[in-house]
C-alpha cells in the first residue's frame, strides 16, 4: 500500500507544487532508484525543455531505398531549423538512392560494414567510428556491405535531392 | 607475392586513373572483401566528399563538468556551419555544469542511465532511446546516474553558454 | 615509397620474427596510430589466441522466426564448449518462434524496445538494459516491438528446442 | 482518475489472476504503448524466467586494471553455471593485467579503439565488430588505445588467473 502511495504521487506531478497538467499525455512513474526523480512516460515538458521517449522506428521508403532500411528518427525538425538527425539500420544489401543534401550530410557508422560513394569515384568501404561528410550538392549513396548490417548516424541542415536508385551494378562496384 | 601487389595498387589509388595524390597522408588497404573497394587508412576525400577514420576521444575539461567524461566528436564544426555533434560518455556520478545553447541542444540517449534538470525544475531519468530538446536559452544540466555509466548524443547549432557546476546537493536531488 | 616499405613490413609480420606463415590468409596493414601496432586484415592467431575480424551477418531462418531478423554471430561454438552468443537485431513486428534451451538463456537488450512472454504469463515489455535469464526448458518466446527495433544479445550454454510460430495473436498480446 | 486505475492494476499483476506477490519488490508500471503489457520497475519473475532491469554499473578494481574501467555485468553468474559476461568500458589508457581464464575468453568488441597482447606476441589493434578468443591458460590483457575509449563484451566459463600489471612500456609497444 505504501508504494502504491508513492506511484500515485508520481503519476501527478504537477500537483505537487500546485502547477498545471503536463502539455502531453501519459503521466509518470517514479522508480525506486531515487524518490527525487521523475521517469514519465510520455513526452515532457521542464521548464520549456521537452523530454521524449524513444519515437517510433520508420522504415526507409522503396522510392529511396533499396532493401530494407529501417530509421530511427532523433530530432523532430521543428521550423526554423533545418536540422534532421537519424539512427538508420541498413540490412545487409540495403542502400539509398542516389541523393544529395542542400548544406551537406554528416555520417557516423557505429555498427557492422557499410559501403560509400561519390558520383565518379569508387566505392570506400565504412566501418565503425568513421565520419564521413558529404558537402553541399555531391551526390552519392551510402549502405550496408552485401553481407553485413549496418547502422549510421544520419546529420542534415538541408533538404535532400533524390536521384534514381543504387543499381546491383553500382553497388557491387561494376561501375565506378 | 600476389597479395602485396593487390596491396600496392590499394596504397596508390589515384595513380590508377592518373590523378594527384590524395590531401591528407596515411596511404590505404585493399580488404579481401571484395576487390573494388577502397579502405583508406586515413582521411580521404571521395570527389569533394570527406571520410575520416575516427576522431580521438577527447576528455571533458575540469571547468565545465564534473567527474569523468569522456567525448568522441562527430562533426568537425567547420565554418559557417555551426552544426556539433558528438558522443559523449559520462561515468557514474559525472555531469555538465549548468549550461544553455543558442539554438538549442538535442540529446540523444544510446547507453546506460543518466539524469537530467532544467534550471527550476525536478530532475528526470534518462534511458536509451530518450530524446530531450533544450531549446535556446534554457539553462539545464546533464549527466550520468550516480551508479550507472551513460552515454548520450549531442547536437547543438550554435556555441554554449556555460554557468556553475552542479554541486553534490544539486546531483542527488536535495534542492528542486 | 617509404610508406609502402612500411606497409610491406606489416604484410609478412611473422618473417621479421623468422616465424612462419600465419594460420589464415589475409595478410595485415599497419595503420599509422602506432608503428609497433599489427591491424591485420583477416583471422590471425596471436600465439594461441585467435582475432577474427566481424563475422558476416546472418539472416534468422523462416523456420524459427516471423519477420526479418538479422544475427551477427560472436563466438564460434567449437566443441567442447556448448557457449553459443551473438548480437541479434529485430526489426519491427519480427520475432523467435516458442523456444526452450538446455542450459538456459541469457538476453541483454542494447537497443530499441522489445518483448518477452514465457508461456502461461503475460507479455513483457523489453528496454535497453534488460537482462533476461530464461532458465533449462523454460519456453518463451522474444522480439521486437511492432513499431520499434530491437537489438540484444543472446548467450547460451546448450541447444534450443524449437516449438511453434508465435502468432499474430499471441504476439499482440491477446491471450496470456 | 482512469489512468491510475489501469496503474493500479500494473502494481499488483499477481493479483490479478490470484497469484503470490513477485518474489523480488519493486512493482511495476503499464505504459501507454499497449495495455496488454507489462513493465515492472524491478526485477521480476515470468513463469521461472528473471527480467532484470540494467544492474549497477561496478568499477574495474585497481589490483586488476590500470587506468579507468567501468563494467556493466550481463550474467549472474549463479553456480552451477561458470558463465560470465559483461560490457567493460575502458577509458582512453586504461586496460587490463596480464591474465588468464580457465575454459578460456571470448570478446566483441563494440565501440572505440583497442589493444590486445598475448604474451611473447606483437600487440594487435582492436576494432569494433573484432572477436577475440583467448583460450585456456593463454595470458593476454587488453584495453583502450591511448587516445580512444573502447568498450567490449567479455564472456568467460570460468576463473580468472591474474598476473601483473601492465607496464607502460610494455602498453606501448616498447616490449614484444
Redesign the interface.
Known amino acids: 500500500m505504501s508504494?502504491?502511495s508513492r506511484?500515485?504521487v508520481g503519476?501527478q506531478?504537477n500537483q505537487e507544487s500546485g502547477g498545471a497538467s503536463p502539455p502531453h499525455p501519459?503521466?509518470s512513474?517514479r522508480?525506486?532508484?531515487?524518490p527525487?526523480?521523475?521517469?514519465?512516460?510520455?513526452p515532457?515538458f521542464?521548464?520549456?525543455?521537452?523530454?521524449?521517449?524513444?519515437?517510433?522506428?520508420g522504415?526507409g521508403p522503396a522510392e529511396t531505398f533499396t532493401g530494407?532500411v529501417?530509421v530511427?528518427p532523433?530530432?523532430?525538425g521543428l521550423p526554423p531549423?533545418p536540422?534532421n538527425?537519424a539512427?538508420v539500420?541498413f540490412?545487409?544489401g540495403a542502400r539509398t538512392a542516389w541523393h544529395s543534401h542542400d548544406?551537406?550530410q554528416?555520417l557516423?557508422v557505429?555498427?557492422?560494414?557499410g559501403?560509400?560513394?561519390?558520383?565518379?569515384?569508387?566505392?570506400?568501404?565504412?566501418?565503425?567510428?568513421?565520419?564521413?561528410?558529404?558537402?553541399d550538392g555531391?551526390e552519392?549513396w551510402h549502405g550496408a556491405?552485401p553481407?553485413?548490417?549496418m547502422t549510421h548516424?544520419s546529420?542534415t541542415?538541408g533538404a535532400p535531392h533524390w536521384g534514381p536508385h543504387v543499381t546491383d551494378a553500382e553497388y557491387?562496384?561494376?561501375t565506378h
Open positions: 508504494s502504491m506511484l500515485t503519476m506531478p501519459g503521466g512513474c522508480y525506486p532508484e531515487h527525487a526523480l521523475l521517469r514519465p512516460a510520455g515532457w521542464s521548464g520549456r525543455m521537452e523530454i521524449s521517449r524513444k519515437p517510433p522506428t522504415k530494407e529501417w530511427d532523433i530530432t523532430r531549423s536540422l538527425a539512427a539500420h540490412t545487409p548544406g551537406g554528416t557516423y557505429t555498427e557492422g560494414r559501403r560509400i560513394q561519390a558520383r565518379g569515384q569508387q566505392i570506400v568501404e565504412l566501418r565503425p567510428g568513421d565520419v564521413v561528410f558529404a558537402p555531391e552519392h556491405s553481407q553485413h548490417f548516424l546529420i541542415e557491387h562496384g561494376g
